[in-house]
């Protein structure tokens, strides 16, 4: 039994209330279990109870929900009023020894944590896997940012109307060495819950920003910003300090921002949102349609772009209501003046309805799979093959997208 919020009392109203509190919970717990039963204080805000009668599970759930009811309640300290909560964790002796018991009540005490507060949860073998896997992979990250095993790749985003290239969105890899190349849907989570995505995100930034600074004129790059950084309040200097040391024009990195994002901390959010656009970054709502999508933000975030995720675009051919979005969206984009970009474009099916809603720009592998940056140069010739180089905007008009060159090197990535 784990107290939430104890720091929040101890930090706040002193140790001497943070005692006392101690001592009201654990009078509370006394008068939960039954005679036979052991009661024990086993760290700081953790308490345990060997519960020796009843038939389990109902038993432990029913003392379980009991005590997160009793200790929620508020308690008078001293003159203040306090509230916590309590998580449980509860593991069935099968005959093991003690310690293991313990150690299993507590995996489950995590998992109830994780779950939110308040809440009980009862141990089950494959946790423990799942929580060795989660510390393995938490290890071997933080030996991944000091041996640099991380890679970024890029993947193209094509102006439909003219099918030059616009820009790269920058996508980090794990290069395991044993694993082989890591999804960031993997590690990106964990590197957000241990805060190594400070460093990482850094090292992103740092290294988008100097891989652009190689590329033609105009040609942006993105970089996906989690939640973790932006609320780091020197997150503007961060970028600004890797747009100097390369020497990127501002105007050319996109910051992509999920709604999920904007909803931790709209205010922090917002003045963070707003210096960066000073400073003349462009920002991009991600994964556009999969969250609230709530159209307030629109109006009070300053986007430049909306990426529409590729779950409506994937089934745009077969449900109408996917088009009907689609078409909703790239009109409200069009209305405000934001670019609207189609993600995840496989086919040239999907590439004509795209274009034929009036959508600005579309990513997918029909136009690219992520590459390293050595096969940059090779994407910009291919896309611009007949485009009359050093006239008018540097890479257009060129190739239709979808083109016999531009479908190879697709092919190719592949
Ligand atoms: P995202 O920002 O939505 O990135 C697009 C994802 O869609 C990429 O997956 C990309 O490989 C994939 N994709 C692109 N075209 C297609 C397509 O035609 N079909 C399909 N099925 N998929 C396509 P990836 O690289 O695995 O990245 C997954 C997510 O990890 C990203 O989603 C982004 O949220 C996060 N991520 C990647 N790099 C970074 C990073 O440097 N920092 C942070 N904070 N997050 C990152
Ligand atoms: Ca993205
Ligand atoms: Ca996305």
Not at 130 to 137: K, T, W
Not at 170 to 188: C, N
Request: include cysteine; proline fraction near 5%.
């Amino acid at each position: 039994i784990d107290i939430d919020r104890f720091k929040v009392v101890n930090d706040t109203l002193g140790h001497a209330v943070g005692d006392a509190l101690l001592v009201a919970v654990g009078e509370r717990l006394r008068r939960c279990v039954e005679e036979g039963d052991v009661l024990a204080r086993l760290g700081a805000d953790e308490f345990g109870i060997v519960q020796r009668s009843g038939a389990q599970p109902t038993a432990a759930s029913m003392l379980a929900s009991q005590i997160i009811d009793a200790l929620g309640a508020p308690y008078d300290i001293g003159g203040h009023s306090v509230v916590v909560g309590a998580s449980v964790g509860i593991a069935l002796a099968d005959g093991e020894g003690a310690d293991s018991v313990l150690k299993n009540a507590d995996i489950a005490l995590h998992r109830a944590k994780e779950d939110g507060q308040g809440r009980f949860c009862f141990f089950e073998p494959a946790m423990n896997a799942r929580m060795h896997q989660r510390q393995r992979l938490e290890r071997d990250l933080r030996k991944a940012l000091t041996e640099q095993q991380f890679v970024l790749f890029f993947q193209p985003v094509i102006r439909l109307a003219t099918g030059a290239i616009a820009g790269f969105e920058a996508l980090v890899r794990w290069r395991h060495p044993e694993r082989g190349l890591v999804s960031p849907a993997e590690f990106i989570p964990v590197a957000e819950e241990t805060g190594l995505i400070g460093p990482l995100g850094r090292w992103v930034l740092d290294q988008a920003c100097a891989e652009a600074s190689q590329w033609p004129h105009g040609t942006k790059v993105a970089v996906n910003v989690s939640p973790k950084q932006l609320a780091d309040r020197q997150f503007p200097e961060i970028v600004e300090a890797s747009l100097r040391r390369s020497g990127l024009c501002p105007s050319r990195l996109e910051l992509e921002i999920t709604e999920s994002t904007l909803m931790a901390d709209v205010e922090g959010a917002t003045n963070a949102l707003l210096r960066l656009k000073m400073m003349g970054c462009s920002l991009a709502m991600d994964d556009f349609g999969t969250g609230y999508s709530s159209l307030g933000y629109l109006r009070t975030f300053p986007f430049d772009k909306v990426k529409i995720d590729r779950s409506f675009v994937q089934d745009l051919s077969v449900a109408r209501e996917s088009g009907a979005i689609i078409r909703a969206v790239t009109g409200l984009c069009s209305s405000l003046g934001i670019v609207s970009t189609a993600e995840g474009v496989e086919t040239e099916a999907q590439l004509a309805l795209l274009r034929a809603e009036g959508c600005t720009e579309g990513q997918g592998y029909l136009f690219g799979r992520p590459t390293p940056a050595d096969d940059i140069p090779a994407l910009f010739a291919a896309f611009s093959a007949t485009s009359p180089r050093g006239q008018g905007e540097p890479f257009g008009p060129v190739v239709s997208v979808g083109s016999e060159v531009a479908r190879r090197v697709a092919r190719e990535r592949a």
